[in-house]
């Protein structure tokens, strides 16, 4: 399945970006997927160009990254009476508004931000789809006070932080989450290990890790592996343009973690933890269950089993359920 963005949503990033020209919006994305390679630093002050080519070739594949990750939150714990958001390093309010209609119409939005530019285009994408955000400019840091809200998402934002403030923003987040707090970094072996760092400590303080994990005993991932997914997002014209790109989608490798104060709703026993290998008569896919990871092997011999196995796609879950 390709992710797409939400019509309005698309129309108003469309006019976002048309305020920059073309020329600059592609220097600015290519300043900006070259930061993402690891070749410059993150600019912390942002210019309006460097803003719409975020919008331009990262929020699409942000938003389809928080989508798939409200998707298992709305699968673990009942999303009806969740009233108030905390959405931190909120940049456009990405993570929020890929909430749409999940959470229920009434539900209060806070985007803690450190960069007030943000606000003016987030406010425009809010009304695209229908939200009224409350904004907050602040840095996350070890001396901020966080209100309590029933959800507390961070998104690509941990890892924009001093690692040394990691564990205390971590505490802060859970301390503030009431029902659930969500985090999504990028599928990279560093970022993990923010995550995975992040659910020990939670865990610890009597939270459950409710998705991708199927348990919460210990991450059983090596020191030298990391438990990420793919999301596919199709590419839109202006991402295109923006990055000279010819192919129509990309993927998206995400590393994230939800965590729960309620045992989560578990349907499934395992998680497909890598891209299956589907070889002529037979499927392998990793799992990771709550005895650790394990590889199994369907054979063409198990015919419904062997049609499920081929159908299997990295991250989703083992055996398949219908939902
Ligand atoms: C990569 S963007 C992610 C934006 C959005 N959450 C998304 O998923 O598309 C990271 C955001 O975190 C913000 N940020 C970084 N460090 C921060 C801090 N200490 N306090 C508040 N926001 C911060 C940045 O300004 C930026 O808008």
């Not at 993150?42 to 460097?50: E, H, N």
């Not at 987040?173 to 990279?188: D, F, N, Q, V």
């Amino acid at each position: 399945m390709i992710a797409t963005l939400p019509t309005p949503l698309l129309a108003a990033i469309e006019a976002e970006t048309s305020t920059v020209p073309a020329p600059r919006l592609r220097e600015a994305a290519e300043a900006l997927s070259g930061a993402y390679r690891g070749k410059a630093a993150l600019k912390a002050a942002l210019t309006a160009a460097d803003r719409a080519a975020y919008l331009a070739v990262r929020f699409p594949s942000t938003f389809a990254a928080a989508r798939v990750v409200w998707d298992q939150l709305a699968r673990a714990i009942p999303l009806a009476n969740m009233q108030s958001v905390l959405d931190v390093g909120a940049g456009p309010g990405t993570a929020s508004l890929a909430a749409h209609g999940l959470l229920s119409d009434m539900a209060r939005y806070t985007w803690l931000e450190r960069d007030a530019g943000w606000r003016p285009a987030a406010d425009r994408l809010a009304a695209a789809m229908g939200l009224k955000p409350h904004h907050r400019n602040a840095a996350l840091g070890s001396s901020l006070t966080l209100e309590p809200h029933d959800i507390v998402v961070a998104a690509y934002a941990l890892n924009e932080l001093p690692k040394d403030a990691h564990a205390n923003v971590v505490d802060a987040l859970w301390r503030a989450a009431r029902r659930a707090l969500i985090l999504i970094e990028p599928g990279t072996p560093a970022a993990f290990e923010i995550v995975r760092t992040a659910r020990e400590s939670v865990l610890g303080q009597g939270g459950h890790a409710a998705a991708p994990c199927t348990h919460d005993a210990l991450c059983p991932m090596s020191r030298r592996d990391w438990c990420h997914r793919p999301v596919r997002v199709a590419r839109t014209a202006v991402h295109r343009g923006a990055k000279h790109a010819q192919l129509g989608f990309e993927d998206e490798k995400l590393s994230f973690v939800v965590l729960t104060r309620d045992p989560p709703a578990r349907t499934t026993a395992s998680r497909i933890v890598r891209k299956p290998i589907r070889n002529a008569g037979h499927v392998h896919l990793d799992l990771c269950a709550v005895d650790g990871l394990e590889r199994t092997t369907v054979t063409r011999s198990d015919r419904d089993t062997y049609r499920q196995a081929r159908d299997a796609e990295w991250g989703g879950i083992w055996p398949p359920q219908d939902d």
